[in-house]
């Protein structure tokens, strides 16, 4: 089995919770066009030493869990659009024009969500570049291969998230349409930045020749639970081979990626690798220490470099409203009451409506997920093991549309996770149609507020719902907003770039 010894990771690793200030760019706005280095190290000496490049690897964390990006905001935009949030204030700078789908090129979630995801994709490319110049002189082929992996990951996961935002879905032409542009070098002083836009094709075959890498060259766990929840090991890349494909709509290749990882009936553990399972109880994997075998992949935070644009703030309820002096917030999003909050197959003793909390002076319904006060310290999940039994479930019933035995148990697994006197039987449903919108019923409930509902909506071609409360209209996969325009920073430095 291929780990990382210990006494390698004490030498090489700061906790990424503490790291970030040692990568060789800068964040100001338009960091991923003209990037400049942060701190007194070089370009010439950034890779000169082990410890260097170990530092290095964590701003590449670092960097991805930014505020505006995977640390809170790229989770938050995708889930306010999608019609399980209500807006209390419409205040434009805290997402309103997101929620109401009237987003422009200049607005500001469609130019930091951008921005943010491209520094991540730079500082990887920077990175990656650095260890084939100059860092494999110091470490062997081995680590240096699986740092690159670490980076690859990271760079595939920031261009998906992108794509779920600022391109047309898969279905939609079959990959045909603009995809992104596919920046595979770093840049770290200013040039020609022009470059065209990739297909949607073109731009998931990159991530996923990122993700195969990243599969082939990374350790299959870490001696820690906290390494294997806030590091890439290889069943992440694994895992999230099976979002990508789910995307895609390759049906048949999510069942090779998650039986990898999943065994052939319950409980439905990983047999290599990191022993991936379902937490007996959702509540645990939210609380401290937030590293349970479900946690694949998630964010850590610490007091020291918690955002000030966090989940918690947006989505808890100042202390007038039922937040406490431990799990208070800005009260930005109350939860949709006609949204999956009425779902009447949610039953009131399912585990999981104690996340949901109703208002002691609004009635408003607040999602207490995450339920750190300032400093927000609470993790971010980047994918789950839940994630990767109900993605299984879903395309074995689409490959097979039939409502098969395993496809069903792994549904009731998650569910009976979580309410224990409901169990679905097949005669429950009226074909494999009524099983299928069972299936993502239940990815609605399991993942509220975790910024997944809005790729859901991409990958399935549905309508992104109304929100009466502010008579904001439903909007067709066919509307021109229905995605994100490209940033206007894009816009005006790349002479190359088409807009949506």
């Not at 020749?209 to 694994?238: K, Q, S, V």
């Not at 009447?344 to 995450?370: A, I, P």
């Amino acid at each position: 089995m291929k780990s990382i010894k210990t006494s390698t990771i004490k030498k090489l690793f700061l906790l990424v919770v503490m790291a970030g200030l040692l990568s060789v760019q800068s964040c100001k706005k338009d960091e991923w066009l003209n990037p400049e280095p942060s701190t007194l190290i070089t370009d010439e000496t950034a890779f000169s030493t082990p410890e260097r490049i170990a530092n290095q690897v964590n701003g590449l964390y670092a960097k991805f869990k930014a505020d505006r990006f995977w640390g809170s905001w790229y989770l938050i935009a995708s889930d306010i659009r999608a019609g399980d949030f209500i807006c209390t204030n419409l205040n434009a700078a805290t997402g309103a024009i997101t929620y109401q789908m009237l987003t422009q090129t200049t607005t500001e979630d469609v130019t930091n969500i951008w921005q943010y995801g491209y520094v991540a994709i730079n500082t990887c490319n920077v990175f990656i570049d650095g260890i084939n110049a100059k860092g494999k002189e110091v470490l062997d082929e081995e680590l240096a291969q699986s740092y690159i992996a670490e980076a690859r990951l990271l760079r595939a996961v920031a261009y998906y998230s992108l794509l779920q935002l600022y391109a047309r879905p898969f279905w939609d032409g079959q990959g045909t349409k603009p995809g992104l542009p596919l920046r595979l070098t770093g840049n770290t002083a200013p040039g020609n930045y022009d470059l065209a836009r990739s297909t949607t094709q073109e731009t998931y075959q990159q991530i996923l020749a990122d993700l195969d890498f990243a599969e082939e060259h990374l350790p299959t766990e870490y001696n820690t639970a906290f390494l294997n929840t806030t590091r890439a090991h290889r069943n992440t890349a694994i895992a999230l081979k099976t979002r990508v494909y789910l995307s895609m709509q390759a049906y048949d290749k999510v069942m090779t990626e998650a039986n990898k990882i999943v065994g052939n009936a319950a409980p439905f553990t990983a047999s290599e690798g990191v022993k991936h399972a379902l937490e007996s109880n959702i509540q645990t994997v939210f609380k401290s220490p937030y590293t349970t075998n479900e946690s694949i992949f998630s964010m850590p935070f610490t007091n020291n470099d918690a955002p000030g644009q966090s989940l918690p703030r947006y989505y808890l309820p100042g202390i007038a409203d039922g937040g406490t002096s431990t799990s208070n917030g800005a009260g930005e999003y109350s939860l949709n009451p006609n949204g999956i909050v009425a779902n009447v197959t949610w039953k009131e003793n399912d585990v999981r409506r104690l996340f949901v909390k109703q208002g002691t002076k609004s009635g408003k319904y607040w999602l207490f997920k995450f339920n750190q006060a300032s400093p927000y310290i609470d993790y971010v999940p980047v994918i789950r093991y839940a994630e990767v039994l109900l993605n299984l479930s879903e395309a074995i019933a689409r490959s097979t549309q039939q409502i098969d035995e395993r496809s069903l148990a792994l549904l009731n697994a998650i569910r009976h996770r979580s309410d224990a006197s409901t169990t679905f039987l097949a005669a429950d449903f009226s074909g494999v149609d009524d099983f299928l919108s069972a299936i993502i019923e239940e990815r609605q409930i399991e993942f509220l507020g975790e910024g997944i509902r809005n790729a859901d909506i991409m990958r399935l071609g549905l309508a992104i719902p109304a929100k009466t409360q502010h008579a904001v209209p439903a909007v067709n996969p066919s509307s021109q907003n229905y995605i994100f325009p490209i940033s206007s920073d894009e816009l005006i430095l790349n002479k190359l770039i088409e807009n949506n």
